[in-house]
């Protein structure tokens, strides 16, 4: 109960600093809008040469394209801001101040920073994704909705995981934000199916930058091609990342020395 | 003359010292710059199997062929100058480049050209290992291969010139990203990044031939592949080169006016 007392907090103190800079969410707005526009011109050009691609229909891929800004907005609103500022803090002491307080650190850093106006992304993927399944008609049934939520939930926590794994490396090495670049940069591979692309690429953004299991699964288990495997495996990792994640937390933890001392 | 080349070779070897430094930071550019061509290739070929083998005058293999020549051709002409700029304005960096007595843009130039060298090798390797995994059909005339040489250094200036230009919009304006996100915009649609100019709207390759985007990237892309004809090369040739007058223009008047309204922190 007090940690959700503590996440309420945190929000107000984010939405307090940033209601000073209110020109951001029009910021934000345009660079979204202008994101998303780019997306849908980019398929009508290819889809004025074919009507699916590598089995996909055009609003399927729509469909992607809005999971895709959803799980871009929620890592952009929740995941990262949390890790660039532990890496931060790693570096130059201001974790000791995390530490003594009588909560669990890791709780602490994951929920200590929101970027708010990255909601405007997480609305905005939904919105897409609405218009998506509306006009793919009666194609999806309750079970494919639960599986997708399933596997929207799976995909934060491989995400959240995988992030605090880079963001623990920084006990050990001082420039990690770097890994962090290479992340965005290969998160832009999501926006296709990934089947379209040959098998060691595909394995590269399952395993190694698990793009795959955030964006292109749960936009799987939304057009029916989930399969049972696919979705007992995004499970299975997602608990295996997540307690593998806090037991590497921990062991970094112990090789923090903090600053003054 | 000899004191500017002197500046070029001193700057040669302090980019070179520094990118040793920071070699994490080349190896993400470098994956950013071979992920996305590399995507796109992967999206068209997929769409030209899927109808037959061929898309707007485009074979499969041809489509290998134009996004890892695109690859290597977006590399040699890319800067981050538009990146740096606003750092260097709000930070007041820019203070001690402009006490020196020759134009900022010298550095920034040779910086670049430098920091390529060390690059380009690397980038020739994964447009080698990309070939043999996508068999990419080109075909250029050895005029085409001459020519492709002054395409390319006048495709590296239009775009230099142009993000340097669009840099100083840093002068004015604290957010620069929005601006420099609707250039990016442009950029990959009109340079050919997406998908090579042919395939688009009528009213776009239109539009395209008298922006400078195209010049940028598309044009020696083309030339490469073996698809124009000498008039079309001279004709792009000769737009570049104007391209290169008019912004060489442009960039002194924005300059002069920036310049004047900066005031340095602390000053």
């Known amino acids: 109960m007090s940690y959700l007392r503590m996440l309420g907090v945190f929000l107000r103190v984010s939405i307090m600093g940033e209601m000073a800079y209110r020109v951001n969410f029009f910021v934000q707005l345009f660079q979204s809008l202008l994101e998303l526009g780019t997306a849908i011109a980019g398929l009508a050009v290819i889809f004025s040469y074919t009507d699916s691609l590598g089995g996909w229909r055009p609003d399927e891929v729509l469909a992607l394209v809005g999971v895709y800004i959803l799980v871009g907005g929620m890592i952009g609103f929740a995941i990262q801001p949390g890790m660039s500022l532990l890496i931060e803090s790693v570096r130059d002491g201001m974790l000791d101040f995390t530490l003594v307080k009588p909560v669990d650190a890791q709780v602490m850093i994951s929920v200590q920073q929101v970027e708010i106006w990255k909601l405007i992304d997480i609305v905005l993927g939904l919105a897409v994704l609405g218009v998506a399944l509306a006009r793919l008609g009666e194609h999806v049934g309750g079970g494919q909705a639960a599986a997708f939520v399933a596997m929207l939930l799976a995909g934060a926590v491989i995400i959240y995981s995988f992030w605090l794994v880079l963001a623990t490396l920084s006990f050990w090495f001082v420039r990690v934000e770097n890994i962090l670049e290479i992340f965005n940069s290969m998160y832009q591979a999501g926006r296709w199916p990934i089947s379209l692309y040959p098998g060691w690429l595909r394995f590269i953004l399952s395993f190694i930058v698990p793009v795959a299991f955030a964006v292109t699964v749960p936009a799987e288990a939304l057009t029916g091609r989930l399969t049972a495997g696919t979705l007992l495996g995004a499970v299975a990792l997602a608990v295996v990342l997540f307690v593998g994640s806090r037991l590497f937390w921990l062991i970094g933890l112990r090789r923090y020395s903090g600053t003054s001392a | ?267």
């Open chain 2, 1 to 267: 003359m000899s004191d500017l080349a002197a500046l070029y070779l001193q700057q040669f070897k302090t980019t070179f010292a520094s990118m040793l430094q920071y070699r994490a930071s080349l190896v993400i550019w470098m994956i950013g710059h071979v992920l996305e061509p590399l995507v796109y290739l992967i999206v068209w070929s997929t769409v030209s199997v899927s109808v037959g083998g061929a898309v707007g005058g485009y074979s499969t293999q041809q489509f290998a062929g134009y996004f890892i020549v695109l690859m290597l051709v977006n590399h040699v002409t890319f800067a981050w100058i538009m990146w740096e700029y606003e750092y260097r304005i709000r930070e007041g960096t820019l203070s001690a480049a402009l006490l020196k007595p020759v134009h900022p843009i010298h550095a920034d130039i040779a910086d670049n050209v430098s920091s390529k060298l060390i690059t380009l090798p690397l980038m020739l390797l994964i447009a080698g290992g990309l070939a043999t995994l996508f068999h990419p059909q080109l075909a250029p005339q050895w005029w085409a291969m001459v020519a492709a040489v002054p395409a390319l250094f006048l495709a590296f200036l239009v775009r230099f010139l142009v993000e340097w230009c669009l840099a100083q919009a840093a002068f004015w304006t604290t957010r620069v990203t929005a601006v420099n996100q609707v250039y990016f915009v442009l950029l990959l649609f009109l340079s050919g990044q997406i998908a090579p100019l042919t395939l688009f709207p009528h009213a776009i390759q239109v539009a395209a031939a008298f922006l400078p985007f195209r010049w940028m990237i598309g044009f020696p892309v083309e030339l490469l592949l073996g698809r124009l004809s000498l008039t079309e090369t001279l004709v792009g040739l000769g737009a570049q080169a104007v391209w290169v007058v008019v912004c060489y223009f442009l960039l002194k008047v924005v300059w002069n006016a920036g310049v004047r309204i900066y005031t340095a922190v602390g000053a």
